[in-house]
């Protein structure tokens, strides 16, 4: 499938849209794209906030969705509210958490919170949605954002490199299979954006925008909607997160763990 996807005048969903990518995509996608735009994320005040900036300044229709995508009863909520009274033409599945530290150290309630928020959340969507767009023929697509982290083992960011690498197969297979169907699926895998999430996850002290492939927010959404428009199957931004998803089909993977460990480890 060649045609590329047309946002103006059209709904698109993006989960994790109270801060960070989110709030950047949603707005490159009214600003750039006259898109309309249902935001989901649990802060309802950012959501609001966020959509009465983005009528203001570009006209375009807003609707907000308060859900936690690690409760199943939300994530199915999500798209009851979603396509009620409107057709969601793209679906771009960008919430996620992280964890920083040793492994054996993260709590099992936090380890169950990230698998259901990175990976039961997206497959349960994915469910919901590829069939809603390819029954209304409009060749729609989705979008998954995965990380640098689901190409690459992690060590100290274990878990969430491990869901990254399930979000990142899942989607290279999801594209196969509904490509046919006229539905397009891109997965996007930055390396490090300058967002909350790497601040709470620690990290921000040790990588800046502009340091080891971190891009800002801004940046960052440019580049995910001009390849989810494209229906890039994977895209991977900046030529330094190239290059490690490069190394990681050709240099063995125990090295790459050994080079990564020395970066991510805490200090004692």
């Known amino acids: 499938m060649t045609q590329?996807?047309?946002?103006?005048?059209?709904?698109?969903?993006i989960t994790g849209a109270s801060s960070g990518l989110g709030v950047e995509l949603a707005?490159?996608?009214?600003?750039?794209?006259?898109?309309?735009v249902v935001l989901v994320a649990r802060r309802r005040d950012r959501l609001e906030a966020l959509?009465?900036?983005?009528?203001a300044r570009h006209g375009v229709q807003v609707a907000c969705v308060t859900a936690d995508l690690s409760r199943p009863d939300d994530v199915e909520r999500i798209f009851t509210e979603a396509t009620q009274g409107r057709d969601i033409h793209a679906v771009?599945?960008?919430?996620?958490?992280?964890?920083?530290?040793?492994?054996m150290k993260q709590g099992w309630s936090e380890f169950q919170s990230m698998l259901d928020t990175n990976v039961t959340s997206l497959v349960r969507l994915s469910s919901l949605f590829v069939p809603y767009l390819?029954?209304?023929?409009t060749h729609g697509g989705m979008m998954f954002v995965s990380s640098v982290a689901g190409l690459i083992p992690v060590p100290y960011q274990a878990a969430y490199s491990g869901t990254k690498a399930f979000v990142t197969s899942y989607g290279q297979c999801l594209a196969q299979e509904v490509r046919p169907k006229g539905v397009s699926v891109t997965v996007f895998a930055p390396g490090?954006?300058?967002t909350?999430?790497?601040?709470?996850?620690?990290l921000s002290n040790r990588f800046k925008a502009g340091d080891m492939g971190v891009m800002t927010p801004e940046e960052c959404a440019a580049h995910a909607v001009r390849a989810f428009l494209r229906r890039k199957e994977l895209y991977v931004p900046g030529l330094l997160n190239q290059t490690l998803a490069l190394a990681a089909r050709v240099l063995p993977r125990g090295f790459l763990a050994q080079r990564t460990a020395a970066i991510y480890r805490p200090e004692s």
Not at 4 to 13: A, D, H, I, Q, V
Not at 51 to 55: I, N, Q
Not at 134 to 137: A, I, W
């Open 51 to 55: 959509a009465e900036e983005l009528r």
């Open 134 to 137: 390819v029954e209304r023929g």
């Open 196 to 202: 909350e999430l790497l601040v709470n996850s620690g």
């Open 4 to 13: 590329m996807m047309e946002l103006r005048g059209r709904w698109s969903l």
């Open 192 to 194: 490090g954006i300058s």
């Open 27 to 36: 707005r490159h996608i009214a600003r750039e794209h006259g898109g309309h």
């Open 92 to 103: 771009i599945l960008n919430a996620g958490v992280t964890y920083w530290g040793e492994a």
